[in-house]
């Protein structure tokens, strides 16, 4: 799962990035209402965590801009403990939960995989498709026989974004987007290396591929 972080405090924002990886997120980063509105438009996240307080502007402002252009990422915005009114604005402007500062980080977390099913139409932490289940509370799948296997952050993010959408063809460069982050260049033959460790746990039958096109989730095994 992909993820917008926009935070000016550096420190705080390098905590977050740590702790969010660990959970199967792959992050950007930004400090700026620029780069975010940029971001937004341009690139294909999960979600995205807005801090208000931003150096060259508002980050409502980001929120606003990014609503007006149908950019319809969950948004989880960061406020001032005890400011209310802020909460309020960014509620009315299109963000979908928000925390106060300080905060736990698997709070954080908890919040994020919430408004995140939300959007894909779910309620439970548990992803259902074709007899396999996949726990994004401890990345592990459980396969139709019953046993359970833990997998790799990596392992996690792909097989996540294949079963969120069973029968969808994915691209090499959409399962990219959703794999890395901007500032990391892995090898172009990165995605076929992990589908084929993936095959070996799910079985050849259950992904898919499409030449020319892709890969997808086969649910109807």
């Known amino acids: 799962m992909r993820l917008l972080l926009v935070e000016d405090d550096r420190l705080l924002a390098d905590g977050l990035t740590s702790q969010l990886e660990k959970a199967g997120f792959s992050i950007d980063w930004t400090h700026t209402v620029k780069d975010a509105v940029r971001f937004g438009k341009q690139e294909d996240y999960r ?3 807005l801090d208000l307080g931003l150096p060259d502007g508002s980050g409502l402002e980001v929120l606003k801009q990014w609503r007006a252009n149908r950019v319809e990422v969950p948004v989880l915005i960061l406020t001032a403990r005890g400011d209310w009114q802020d909460k309020v604005n960014g509620l009315k402007a299109g963000a979908d939960d928000y925390l106060a500062k300080p905060f736990q980080t ?14 894909e139409g779910r309620v439970q932490a548990l992803m259902k498709a074709g007899g396999f289940e996949l726990d994004e509370n401890r990345q592990s799948l459980r396969l139709p026989d019953g046993s359970e296997h833990s ?3 990596t392992e996690f993010r792909l097989l996540r974004c294949l079963m969120s959408r069973p029968g969808q063809v994915f691209s090499k460069e959409q399962l990219m987007e959703q794999l890395y982050s901007l500032n ?11 589908i084929r460790r993936l095959r070996k746990l799910v079985g050849p039958e259950s992904i898919l591929t499409r030449r020319g096109q892709g890969y997808l989730f086969n649910e109807a095994v």
Not at 184 to 194: F, R
């Open 47 to 49: 979600a995205a965590v």
């Open 151 to 153: 997998l790799t952050g």
């Open 106 to 119: 698997e709070e954080l977390i908890a919040r994020l995989n919430a408004i995140i099913r939300r959007s």
């Open 184 to 194: 990391e260049t892995p090898s172009e033959n990165v995605i076929e290396a992990y």
